[in-house]
């Protein structure tokens, strides 16, 4: 694990990546965020960076899951488990284990990303509130450092004929407000039967 912290592999973000993710956030002390590049013919993961905003245990992991997602299909990087990174690290104490869960969740949201992108996503289920929601907790209120469902920005979601219609407690002019809108649209729009996602500011 210290070799990892210390000389972390495949740091730093990716331009144009193909798939990407983040999870965690910075007012629980963890974030790693994901990004993949991916051979079309053979879909394997050929490129992996990571960024982390955390402790030695968050970085480490991060390092150890993109060198063991790197070379393999999409497929066998989803099995990988937040267990196969702890034994690759020589084991991470229990109060740390969440650290792994982070990298893998970053991994699979990143492949999840791809798929859905490229029209490859197996199970089709119908957007509703609540998959809308689900999605709006991972973007960040960056003056709470938590999600905008947590920090009730979120007043409204409404989900009609392929369209998503968020209403946001903000002023349009607010300095954070292009960044929330940009990452909601970029959580939302990749989802394949939404055909555009309208988010209104007041």
Not at 126 to 132: C, G, L, N
């Amino acid at each position: 694990m210290l070799e990892h912290f210390k000389h972390p592999r495949n740091v730093g973000s990716m331009e144009n990546p193909d798939g990407k993710a983040t999870e965690g956030s910075p007012a629980c002390g963890d974030m790693v965020s994901v990004y993949i590049k991916v051979d079309e013919a053979s879909k394997k993961i050929s490129d992996i960076k990571f960024e982390s905003y955390g402790c030695a245990s968050n970085i480490a992991t991060g390092s150890i899951i993109t060198e063991m997602a790197k070379g393999k299909t999409l497929e066998e990087a989803k099995q990988l488990t937040w267990k196969d990174a702890s034994a690759a690290l020589g084991g991470l104490p229990p109060i740390k284990a969440h650290c792994s869960v982070l990298a893998i969740e970053g991994l699979r949201g990143a492949i999840q990303n791809y798929e859905e992108r490229h029209d490859l996503v197996k199970v089709k289920e119908p957007t509703t509130e609540a998959i809308v929601l689900k999605r709006l907790k991972r973007v960040m209120n960056p003056l709470k450092g938590l999600d905008m469902v947590a920090t009730k920005l979120v007043k409204s979601v409404e989900v009609k004929d392929g369209i998503i219609r968020i209403a946001v407690d903000m002023p349009a002019n607010h300095q954070f407000a292009a960044a929330i809108r940009d990452e909601a649209r970029e959580r939302l729009e990749t989802l394949w039967d939404i055909k555009g996602v309208e988010i209104e500011f007041n």
